[in-house]
């Protein structure tokens, strides 16, 4: 079963914010949401994650609901680069917990 | 500059070969990944290494096989046995196998006909 919903694709224009959503309804206290992206033909990239509080690097913010239940990504300033699939992913921290990657978004960043 | 290399970017088999792929890590971490991604999908778990000498069978093992002699290395091998080879491959690795950040190489595009 997946953990996490995406829609499958979203665009946006340069220059304004991208939001994209992800839904984790069933995730435990211990998961942490983490988001990737994928720029084509290349190998995904760390964005951030989260476990309860918001959270904002270089790259981009964290919003996490209250109740955990859904969160979404916000690139402040979405470039023509942004173009990719962004995967979000709930995981426990414990050795043996590998990150699922289900379809993700597409996220195209138009002029 | 630290990071994974992978080699080469695109491969070509004829079917029924076994075809190994590289995957070299300078970045001095203890875990190691492959992926499988086929087209419009997510990536799929093929084998993980949390240290030399040990590795383990993710969701989609079959037909496939590794080794971890060195730290810096994880070669992939898709034997004849996998039945849908084609596909890109991707290596990673992370501090350790808890960590939050896996860093990954640029891929391998397998295509066996």
């Known amino acids: 079963d997946a953990k996490t919903t995406q829609p499958p694709s979203m665009d946006c224009a340069e220059g304004r914010a991208a939001n994209l959503p992800c839904n984790h309804s069933t995730i435990s206290g211990n998961e942490y949401v983490y988001w990737y992206r994928q720029i084509h033909s290349q190998g995904p990239q760390y964005i951030i994650h989260g476990l309860k509080n918001n959270e904002t690097n270089e790259m981009a913010s964290l919003i996490i609901t209250e109740d955990r239940k859904s969160s979404t990504l916000i690139l402040p300033h979405a470039t023509l680069r942004d173009t990719a699939v962004y995967y979000c992913i709930v995981r426990a921290n414990n050795a043996g917990n590998m990150l699922t990657f289900g379809g993700g978004t597409r996220l195209m960043v138009k002029p | 500059d630290g990071g994974i290399t992978q080699s080469p970017k695109y491969l070509f088999r004829k079917e029924g070969q076994n075809v190994t792929l590289s995957c070299e890590q300078n970045l001095n971490h203890d875990a190691m990944y492959w992926y499988r991604q086929d087209p419009g999908q997510g990536l799929r778990l093929i084998y993980y290494?949390?240290?030399?000498?040990?590795?383990q069978k993710g969701d989609i093992a079959e037909g496939y096989s590794v080794s971890r002699e060195k730290k810096e290395s994880f070669p992939l091998t898709v034997t004849s046995a996998q039945k849908n080879p084609t596909a890109f491959y991707l290596c990673?690795?992370?501090?350790?196998?808890?960590?939050?950040?896996?860093?990954f190489g640029p891929g391998t595009r397998l295509t066996v006909t």
């Open positions: 990673a690795s992370s501090l350790r196998l808890a960590a939050y950040e896996q860093y």
């Open positions: 290494s949390q240290i030399v000498n040990d590795f």
